[in-house]
């Protein structure tokens, strides 16, 4: 099975940020176009950012363009998630997802992290 290790939560103040990271275990996960869902509480899995295989092309949920930034090390098998400006509103469990052939704005299918929690305070 493809395993997914998110890290890199916690709790910060409106207006700063974190760097979320995916690291691969148990095979190789260069090849795949990876991608970060959000879940807050008590609504759906939301499309956040995805990037495919090369890092060449990217694609980002309206609420968090400009804002965020997705990135992919194939060497060390991780993805990353740069997250500027947090806001309250992107508090919620951030997943890494792992699917093949293209990115996806699905909020289902491929492989999935556990997840990290992210708190944005105002």
């Known amino acids: 099975q493809v395993q997914l290790v998110e890290s890199g939560g916690g709790l910060v103040q409106a207006g700063e940020s974190l760097r979320l990271s995916c690291a691969a275990s148990?095979?190789?996960?260069?090849?795949?176009?990876k991608g970060w869902f959000r879940q807050a509480p008590g609504k759906e899995r939301e499309f956040v950012a995805a990037?495919?295989?090369?890092?060449?092309?990217?694609d980002y949920a309206d609420s968090v363009q400009g804002r965020f930034t997705i990135s992919r090390d194939n060497a060390k098998d991780t993805v990353y998630l740069q997250m500027n400006s947090l806001k309250p509103e992107d508090t919620a469990v951030y997943y890494c997802?792992?699917?093949?052939?293209?990115?996806?704005?699905?909020?289902?299918?491929?492989?999935w992290g556990q997840g990290t929690q992210v708190t944005v305070s105002s």
């Open positions: 997802n792992a699917r093949t052939p293209f990115i996806s704005r699905a909020a289902d299918g491929g492989y």
């Open positions: 148990g095979r190789t996960f260069s090849n795949y176009a």
């Open positions: 990037i495919n295989w090369s890092g060449a092309s990217t």
